[in-house]
């Protein structure tokens, strides 16, 4: 039985949907998410009780694109195992050419103690993986 309050799905509207789920397949991998459902237009990743859904976004809907700064969605923000987990990804994603935020701060870009890595997906959505 799921926690109540806990997060059941999120869904993200994507600007390309086959990028986006490369991305994806494998940064949710990296945590035991696994491909749940696939649509033409949309394709969702499930570990445990929570599932994330990426949907193309229609074309009339493209402009303006995204920006974190605008009312709506800032970041997502995930548990890592360990500061050691958060190492690994973070070579990761270095290797994939993702770019890294907050770099001159990195690993500690969330203040003192807090250790995380933070980078963007294709679409240019925060993402937040944290061993604090």
Not at 72 to 100: M, P, Q, W, Y
Request: net charge negative; charged share 25%; hydrophobic share 35%.
């Amino acid at each position: 039985m799921p926690v109540p309050g806990s997060l059941h799905h999120i869904e993200l509207y994507v600007s390309d949907l086959s990028r986006s789920s490369e991305f994806y397949s494998w940064f949710l991998g990296f945590f035991g998410y696994r491909e749940f459902q696939k649509w033409d237009s949309g394709i969702s990743f499930k570990l445990d009780d929570t599932y994330i859904v990426l949907v193309q976004t229609e074309t009339r809907f493209l402009d303006p694109a995204y920006h974190r700064c605008r009312t709506g969605l800032n970041h997502l923000s995930f548990h890592a195992r360990s500061r050691s987990h958060v190492d690994e990804l973070t070579a990761l994603l270095d290797k994939k050419g993702v770019t890294i935020l907050y770099r001159d701060r990195h690993p500690f870009a969330g203040g003192a103690g807090y250790y995380a890595v933070f980078f963007e997906d294709p679409d240019r959505i925060k993402l937040e993986v944290t061993a604090e």
